[in-house]
């Protein structure tokens, strides 16, 4: 006699009403899958129909970084604490890459997807999660980048990483990553209401590069009333961090990382609170 497998039984409720701390966090959690599959698809997408396809995740960076060395180091004659010039730009634009990419990636969610989301039910949430995913893929890509100059300039003896500071690092993905959600879903759940959003943001994101060290190293800022504001941008705290591993040069506070932090927490639940009110009535607006 053979046994009954018995499967699990699912029960969608779709309702516009909904309480404010209601996050749906749990719904989301059982479409994992389905993150997994835009995340791959994301991915792809970004690259197909190029000639150099996926090589372009090494070449823009580098070019990139090359561009930083000529005209930050060689003409501005910015200093980077010792760090080899094109080692420290291609570290910090590994970084902030992740941070930049996830916010305009989601800051297009409901516009970009509006024809999926009027046809099909999932929680919405799934998506600018597989956005961030795929820019975190995209960081792990460019890393190699990083540690193949990393181990050339360790071998001559010019860097000194913190090793047991690597540890930190996917603590420092997470930071971003779930900062970049927050931000990126904001400015998504705005955009279906006031396209002008959609537009800023890429010079927004541009702009919020010059406040944070990335093209620089805080040291640079001289101390005082401008380091405390450079401080207070949520970005600078784990950028310094990651730095700090990598390169082993960094200015760490332990009192601007946690206010970082609970900026962090602070956007991504308001984030999320906003994001799950809006798509209740987006198809009205978009």
């Keep these: 006699m053979s046994a009954e497998i018995k499967k699990p039984v699912y029960h969608t ?3 516009s009403k909904h309480r404010m701390l209601d996050l749906n966090l749990k719904e989301v959690w059982r479409y994992r899958d389905l993150i ?3 995340t791959k698809r994301t991915f792809v997408l970004t690259y ?3 000639v150099l396809g996926p090589a372009w995740i090494f070449l823009n960076p580098f070019l990139t970084s090359l561009i930083y060395t000529f005209v930050f180091g060689g003409i501005a004659g910015i200093g980077t604490d010792g760090v ?3 080692l420290f730009y291609l570290c910090s634009n590994a970084i902030w890459t992740l941070f930049s990419s996830s916010i305009t ?7 970009a997807n509006a024809n999926v989301f009027g046809k099909v039910y999932f929680p919405r949430l799934t998506m600018p999660i597989s956005n961030m995913l795929s820019s975190i893929i995209q960081f792990g890509i460019q890393m190699l980048l990083v540690l193949v100059f990393l181990a050339y300039y360790v071998f001559r003896g010019e860097v000194s990483p913190n090793w047991e500071a690597w540890l930190l690092i996917p ?3 997470l930071h971003v990553g779930v900062m970049s959600l927050g931000f990126g879903i904001i400015i998504s759940s705005l955009t279906t209401k006031y396209r002008d959003l959609a537009i800023l943001v890429t010079f927004g994101v541009q702009l919020w590069m010059y406040i944070t060290p ?3 190293p805080l040291s640079q800022v001289g101390g005082g009333i401008m380091e405390m504001v450079m401080m207070i941008n949520p970005v600078t705290a784990p950028v310094e961090l990651f730095r700090y591993a990598v390169l082993g040069q960094g200015t760490i506070s332990l009192g601007y990382y946690a206010v970082s932090v609970i900026v962090t927490l602070a956007v991504a639940v308001f984030g999320i609170m906003l994001f799950n009110k809006v798509e209740k009535t987006f198809m009205d607006t978009v």
């Design 171 to 173: 603590v420092v993905l």
């Design 13 to 15: 409720h779709i309702s």
């Design 48 to 50: 197909k129909q190029t």
């Design 105 to 111: 990636k989601n800051a297009q969610t409901f516009t």
């Design 84 to 86: 080899p010039t094109i």
């Design 214 to 216: 990335i093209v620089y």
């Design 36 to 38: 997994v599959l835009f």
